[in-house]
Structure formats: C-alpha cells, structure tokens
C-alpha cells in the first residue's frame, strides 16, 4: 500500500494505470466519484485538490458558491476490481478552495476534526473502531410508489415463504425459517461462495478481514467481518465494504442492501460498532472497576448513554432504522450497559485481563448511517463524559428482554422514530458543537434536510398497511 503521494504517481507509472477514481462521501454516507486521466493528477492533487461543483451534492453548496476540490488521501490508493479499465481509487477529503481550509459539512474532514479535538484535550491521541455492517441479499427488489399506488416486493430463494413456491427444476426445500439463519450450513445456507468473494475483494482494496457467516434471518441475511481500525480508517472500510458487496452481489445477479429492516417479522441489519481510546500506545479503557473498565471508560460510557438519544440522529439516521430498533427482535433498544449482554445497548466484551482488548461495543447503530459522522458522534459523547465525569450507573446484567414491563419502565429506551432522534439532536447538541467539531449551522442544515427530505414526504403517504386497517371505515 502507497503511503505518500510520490508513491502513489510512481504506482501509477510502474503499474500502466491509465484512470484514477476520486470518490468523497456525501453528507448521507453515500459514495460519490468522478474519474480523471491521469496526466490530470500530480502532487497539487494531494494538496490543493481536484476541482468539481459541489452545489450537484445533496445538503452542501448553492449554486452561488459551487467551487469545491476533492483531496485525494495516498494511504487508501487501491486498484478497483469493477473496472474494466484498469483504474486506480483513492478516497478524498473536500477542501474550500476560497480558503484552503476543509470544507466544513464534508464527513471525512469533520472526523478528522474530531480526532484533533481528542488529542488537544490531552485525554488520548488514537480511536480504534470495529464496526460490524450487516445485510441482505436478495434475488429480486421492486418497489414504486406514485398517486395510485405504493408497494415494494423482495424475494430470496432461501426464504421460508417460498417453501411451497413451484421452481426451476424442482423445489428442493431446505428454506431458513424465521429467525433460524445464524450459522447454517449448506444447502440451506446458499451464499457461502458469494461472501467468500465479498470478503477476498474487500482484502484485495485493503480492509484487513477476518471471517464471514450467515446472519440470523431469513432470506439471505449476512455479515463479513473486518478487523478494528483507527477511526478514519474504519470509516472508509466501511463505504469499501459496502461497495465491494453491492457489485460483488451484483456480478452474481443479486442485489445487496444495508437498509436497516427491509422485511417484516424477523431480525433487521445493524452495524453494532466497538470503540476504544488509546494514548501513546497504551490502551484507556481496561482498569479495575466493574468488567475490568477504567474509570475513563465507565465515564466514557456514561456520556454515550446520556447522549444516545442525539447521536441516534447520526448513527441510525432512516427512517426504516426505528422499525429494527423495536422491542422483540434482539434490537438494542435499551440504554444500559452490562459485560457479555446482547440485550444492552452498550455490551462489554468479554476479554478477561487483555487490556489491549477492553473496549465497548455501541449496539445502537445500523448502515445507513455516514460512518464518519456516526463514530464522530458516538466519540464526542463518551468524551463529554469523561470530561463530566458522568457516572453511567449501576449495570443491567440481566436479559432486558425478559423484564416486566414495570421493571423496563426504569430502563431509558431509545427514540422511537427518526424525528424523535432529530428532536433529541436539537435539544442536546453542546456536546457536539462546544468543541468545534460541529457547528450549529451543520446540525441546522441536517435537521432541515431530514425533516423535509425524509420526515415529512413520509407524512403525506398512506402506507400499504393501512388500507387492511381502514378500508373498511
């Protein structure tokens, strides 16, 4: 892997590369690119950057003030295994060219920002992350909705409402049934090629990997696991990620998605996510207290939980995330924490005396999120806390689940819809803002662009649903 820019060019020589890809993610976590020849890519594209109009990206600029430069970051240069053309890709930062300074509302450089905030505060200088996306592969989505009609369908040949369905060559049964499809082998598990594949391109564009598995429901749900990484780094693994398993599927003639609960009656797709802080090479988070947690790690905690509400607006920001986090369906909807329990929102793995291996694992967040924003958040809540020396309170080492509803009344939940995440957000937003890393005009722009883009479309649409509830009336 290039590490500077020199390397990246002599790469480009060495190796006959004709085109260079030049992807930035939008404010949604959705990758954008545009692709240069490679006479058009020197140093000053390192530096000084790429020009392209920003007014065309959803939430950032007016046409008044379009003018914007994609910088082109070396450590993430890798070959792009879906172009025919051999074509080198490399993940930028957006940079004003008026000022020279990053682009305020560009995700990437706001985490930057976080992270520079970390290290002023002399608390640590290195996040580590280990998200864990999960999704679906399905054979067929159609959807639509205008004046006469709005519906959508999915289908997968694992799925157990095509246990009766009449198939090419027979029907040969073995269907995962609902909730029954964490770790099936084969013929029910019919995906085990397709991940394998996943899992290798992604190594081939530079996420460290691990292991890949199905998920727990039916119809094709999945996960491949990638190795923690600093946070920026993790970030970008996870837009790879999700690239490499969009066209991987797509060259085997299915389709992938990150939505967070495309089918009703079983388990949605999250992306619970694993953070520690670290200063000078030494681990923060492992001590004496309660599951081997430092002081600074339960006040860590004490700040995410505090804050969950708000940074829900980042890191479960669809509408479609407030239908998995519901009770029922191993969703983390419960603001508490508890050693080696699933039912918690805030779990601490189990990793007996390893300090290096103490860390927390958020369980709140899904892949419809913008990474760079969701851990940018999740971190600058934990350091309020550590700052606040909030105390996150006793532990809930017991299956949530399984409480009387009078006991779970004094559990905080989390919001229960994508505008009551929006409204939290509003409300406490000095955590993200006081620092810098933030502005208030970021937070405004978003909200705005969430309830008029998002929030309210929705409003003025009847669901499916309701016609079986209230034709009749």
């Known amino acids: ?87 080198l890709s490399m993940i930028c930062s957006i940079k004003e060219p008026r000022t020279g300074e990053w682009y305020e509302r560009d995700p990437r450089s706001i985490a930057a920002k976080a992270l520079e905030y970390l290290k002023s505060t002399g608390i640590g200088d290195t996040v580590y992350c280990g998200p864990e996306p999960e999704f679906f592969i399905f054979d067929e989505v159609r959807y639509g909705q205008n004046e006469s009609k709005g519906y959508y369908e999915i289908d997968s040949v694992e799925a157990v409402w095509n246990s009766a369905r009449e198939e090419a060559g027979g029907n040969l049964g073995h269907k995962i049934g609902f909730k029954r499809g964490y770790f099936p082998v084969a013929p029910a598990d019919t995906l085990q090629d397709i991940r394998t594949e996943m899992l290798l391109t992604m190594a081939a564009c530079g996420v460290p990997i691990e292991k890949h598995h199905h998920e727990v429901a039916t119809a094709g749900q999945c996960e491949l696991g990638m190795k923690f990484a600093d946070l920026i780094s993790a970030a970008d693994n996870v837009l790879i990620y999700k690239y490499a398993v969009k066209n991987v599927a797509r060259k085997y003639g299915k389709t992938a998605t990150f939505m967070p609960k495309p089918m009703f009656n079983d388990n ?173 005009d970021f937070i405004d722009n978003y909200i705005t662009y969430k309830l008029d883009a998002e929030v309210n479309p929705i409003r003025l649409r009847p669901h499916p649903y309701e016609f079986a509830l209230y034709y009749e009336v």
């Not at 939980?305 to 986090?325: D, I």
């Not at 550590?386 to 949530?400: A, C, F, R």
Request: hydrophobic fraction near 40%; glycine fraction near 8%.
């Open 268 to 440: 949605g797709s999250g992306m619970h996510t694993h953070m520690s802080i670290w200063k000078e090479g030494q681990p923060l988070f492992f001590g004496d207290g309660y599951a081997n947690l430092s002081k600074l790690a339960l006040n860590f905690i004490g700040g995410l939980l505090k804050h969950a509400p708000a940074v829900l607006a980042f890191s479960n920001p669809s509408l479609n995330s407030y239908k998995r986090l519901v009770p029922g369906f191993e969703a983390p909807v419960n603001l508490a924490y508890s050693e080696g329990n699933r039912s918690a929102s805030i779990r601490i793995p189990l990793t007996n005396d390893n300090p290096k291996a103490k860390r927390l694992e958020f369980r709140c967040p899904d892949a419809s999120s913008n990474p760079y924003l969701a851990f940018t958040a999740m971190l600058l809540a934990g350091l309020d806390g550590i700052k606040n020396e909030i105390d996150p309170g006793d532990p809930l080492d017991v299956d949530i689940y399984d409480l009387s509803p009078e006991e779970l009344s004094k559990v905080p939940s989390t919001p229960g819809s994508l505008e009551g995440a929006l409204e939290a957000l509003d409300n406490d937003r000095a955590f993200l803002t006081e620092s810098g890393v933030l502005s208030d």
């Open 1 to 87: 892997m290039a590490e500077t820019p020199q390397e990246v060019l002599q790469m480009i020589e060495s190796e006959g590369i004709e085109m260079i890809d030049l992807k930035f993610v939008d404010l949604f976590g959705i990758w954008q690119h545009c692709t240069f020849h490679k006479s058009l890519i020197d140093e000053e594209a390192f530096t000084e950057g790429v020009a392209f109009d920003g007014s065309s990206i959803r939430g950032w600029k007016g046409i008044q003030a379009s003018d914007m430069a994609m910088v082109a970051d070396p450590k993430t240069a890798w070959i792009d295994p879906f172009m025919e053309h051999k074509t």
